[in-house]
Every structure is written in C-alpha cells, then in structure tokens.
C-alpha cells in the first residue's frame, strides 16, 4: 500500500513515538510510508533525528503549527492538498487534534474531486481535544469539529477503549467505525538487565543516594500534568521517610514555576529534575526508580504508565481515560482525580513496603509485554487498512 501519516509536529512525546514506529514497521513490511509532520517548535524537544535512515520519507509542512491560526491553518490546508494530489496515496492516516483535522479535510477533498486518487481516511486519537478543564463552549467548538471530520474518515483507531466510550458519548462517529491499538514501545531496551553500575551512576548524577526509594514521573511540565498534586504529597510524605525523592522526568514552560512551587515548600533537598533527554534514556531513569506516579489529568493512556510496568515498577496514577486498562491492584495503584489524600496514601504504601513493590512491578510487567509490544499495534493497524482496502492483495 501507498500510505502517508500525518502528525502536527514530531516532538517528544507518546503519540509521536506511536507514528514513528508505526511509519518504521509498515515500511520494512514493504509498504511505501511517507510521514508528513509540521516543525518541532517548543521547549519539548524533538524526534528528526530518529527519522534518518529509515525507509520511509518525512516532507515538512512548515505552516502547520499547534496553536490555531486560521490564516496558517489555511496555507498548511493547501500544502498538505498539493503533497497528498502528488504522492497519490492508498491511506492517509492522521493524528493529533491539528494534523487530524487539516489531513481528514485534505484527503476528504481529494476524494470529492480526483478520479484517479480517493484515498482511505483513518485518524488515530491519542487523546480527546475535549475535557472537563476547559469551557463548555470550547469543548462544544470541538466536539462540533470532531464530528464534521469524523464523516470524512473511513476507520478511527484508539490508544484506549475508553477514548472509544468518550468519543460516542459525544456523538463522534459510529462504534463500527472504531477500533483500539494500544501506543506501542520499543520494549527491549525496558525488558532488558541493567547492570548496578548504571543504576547507582544515574543516581549519582543526580545526587540520589543508593538507598533512597524514588519516586519517578515521565511527563511534560505543563498544565494538566498533575505536578501540583505531586508537590502536595511530598510534604504530606517527608517527615515521615527521611530516605524519599522524587524524580520528575521531561520539561516545559512550566518548569520555574514548578520549580519555584518546590522551593517554597522547602522541598529542594527531595525534588531531583533531569530536564529534557533523550527517549533512549527513559528505561534507564525508571530502572533507576521504584515508583512510577502519574497525575496527569488528561490522557489517551500515558505512555509512562506501560513504560514504568514494562521496567518492572509498580504504577500509582489518577483514574482518568485508559489508564484504568493497564493499572489495577495487581499492578499498581489506581486513585481518584486530584485527590492528594488517596495520593499519598498510596505512596505511603508502596515507600514502606519494598516487598509489594516488587510484587506489583513483576505482574505489571507480565501484564503489559504482549498487549503493548510494537507487532502487536502494527497488526492491528495493518488489519484496518486491510478492512477499508477490500480490493488490497
């Protein structure tokens, strides 16, 4: 198959590692895979470089940005018409709220006005635009969006079920239309041993002491990211383990506030920040932990959570989207939304007893390896392309 993905911008990030590995293993099945993307603008980093080498081709369409602009939207709208009218694809597969809705409505309109080129429209949500901390009017405006591109694709793939259950609960498409494939990981190098001389160096690095329990976040410093209730525990915790940290993992515009928040509540001496690196580093920072928290208040199913189960880490993290379906009490903790108390009773539990984290992190890894091993999404992607494309052989 002829088949190009569309993504807003190639940072770091779960729905951008998602299509990378996604572009990689349908081109190496023989399938020709041109990956479209806008440039990597912002404090999160970016993932080009991972891009080099492989067998497919990346084309930069450099009007189209995150932020709405109607007057760039317009032009990325045109470029993406002219790339797709070229290349003259089988598939057009879309992701991210931006590139979802220009890509959907480009490939839409070639449809409507080529003979030649009617390509098949398939958009994965990593996570709804729409959520309870923003207006109504604004989730309204979106959801209106969502279901205008909804009638202009063929197949809706999910990370999670419940992105599934939360989009025809706002009417977005028909439950026929969809189908999940978990955000695959490349799972070696998180499965693999790693030597004690690693472990204590990257602590060491980070001026952590060799018996301290850690406590790891993996997330963007930004809104909705949860750190504030993170903050709230640690005082609650401190006094009563004079051997805990907590490491948080990634940055954003919010890092000197966060940092600053920190400090005001003198818990310099337990917070340690790696800044931004590299994804190649992540399984080495959670081999370094003992316990992965995740706060976020607004996910698809966050990427950290099947990382930190694949390293062996029990998983604390806020009930909220798909995070239900791979955290349960067999593998971790599940807590209320924004509810400090269930927080940090939770890492009360887990800090004191290194037996149980043991256990937990040993079913959560078994749990995850299959359902998030990188074949297993490509499987399920190739199938509804396959589903769409009856005449395909």
């Not at 949860?226 to 009563?240: D, F, M, P, Q, T």
């Not at 992965?292 to 607004?298: E, I």
Request: charged share 30%; aromatic share 6%; net charge neutral.
């Amino acid at each position: 198959m002829k088949i190009v993905h569309i993504i807003t911008r190639l940072i770091l990030g779960g729905a951008q590692e998602n299509t990378l590995i996604t572009c990689r293993l349908l081109a190496g099945r023989g399938h020709d895979v041109t990956l479209i993307t806008g440039p990597a603008i912002g404090p999160e980093g970016q993932l080009f470089d991972k891009t080099e080498n492989e067998n497919y081709k990346v084309i930069v369409i450099d009007k189209m940005f995150r932020q709405i602009s109607p007057s760039d939207d317009f032009k990325a709208y045109r470029q993406l018409k002219s790339v797709l009218k070229e290349i003259k694809p089988d598939i057009v597969h879309t992701h991210s709220a931006k590139a979802g809705i220009l890509g959907r409505y480009a490939a839409h309109a070639l449809k409507k006005r080529s003979k030649d080129n009617k390509p098949k429209v398939v958009h994965t949500i990593h996570g709804l635009a729409f959520h309870p901390y923003q207006s109504k009017r604004l989730n309204k405006f979106y959801i209106a969006i969502e279901k205008l591109a909804a009638k202009r694709t063929d197949a809706i793939i999910c990370v999670a079920d419940t992105m599934t259950e939360k989009a025809l609960a706002a009417g977005i498409a028909k439950r026929e239309d969809y189908t999940t494939a978990y955000s695959a990981i490349e799972e070696e190098a998180y499965l693999a041993e790693v030597e004690e001389r690693k472990i204590n160096d990257f602590r060491r690095k980070h001026a952590i002491s060799t018996n301290a329990v850690v406590l790891v976040t993996i997330a963007r410093l930004a809104e909705l990211k949860g750190h504030e209730y993170i903050i709230e525990s640690a005082k609650r915790l401190v006094s009563e383990f004079p051997n805990c940290m907590w490491l948080l993992v990634g940055d954003g515009h919010l890092a000197e506030q966060i940092k600053h928040e920190i400090q005001m509540a003198n818990l310099g001496h337990r917070f340690r920040f790696t800044g931004l690196i590299d994804p190649s580093e992540i399984p080495l920072a959670i081999r370094s932990s003992d316990i992965l928290v995740h706060c976020s208040l607004r996910e698809g199913l966050a990427r950290a959570l099947p990382q930190g189960m694949l390293a062996g880490k029990p998983a604390i993290s806020f009930d909220i989207d798909g995070a239900k379906e791979v955290v349960n009490e067999n593998t971790g903790r599940l807590i209320p939304p924004e509810d400090v108390d269930a927080l940090t009773e939770a890492s009360r539990e887990l800090i004191a007893d290194k037996e149980l984290r043991q256990k937990l992190g040993e079913n959560a890894r078994r749990s995850v390896v299959k359902q998030f091993a990188p074949e297993t999404m490509v499987d399920t992607i190739e199938g509804v392309y396959r589903q769409i494309l009856p005449d395909y052989e």
